[in-house]
């Protein structure tokens, strides 16, 4: 079927892919949803002249969602999430990863620039 209109590309663009992802030690999880271009362009804006630990905040602001499909975070909790043991992220940085097919050099990318 080929695509005539922009309405139908729309209609059947993929939905963004989400994951559970456990905090751990706690048994609850966050659910994570692959970044949209727009984000992925400001994730990347913000990494710029940051060490991996604060990307994994900037990654995990983007894309931790509510029930609802809500941004669990906003950039007001960088600073919190900073501070919280660097245990906590490899989960999420393991499953973000794999839903947006960002790579270990597309992490040190970010850092460089």
Known sequence: MSI???LDFFAVAPRLREAEVEIPGTGKT???RELTVGQRI???RR???RTEAEIASCLLIASAIDESGAP???QDDEAALNA???NVFPPF???LTDLNALSAQDVEDAEKN
Request: hydrophobic share 50%; proline share 0%.
């Open 30 to 32: 966050v659910r994570v």
């Open 47 to 49: 990494a710029k002249a």
């Open 93 to 95: 940085m393991k499953a």
């Open 42 to 44: 400001e994730f990347e």
């Open 72 to 74: 669990l975070f906003t």
């Open 4 to 6: 005539n209109s922009k």
């Open 84 to 86: 919280l043991s660097l």
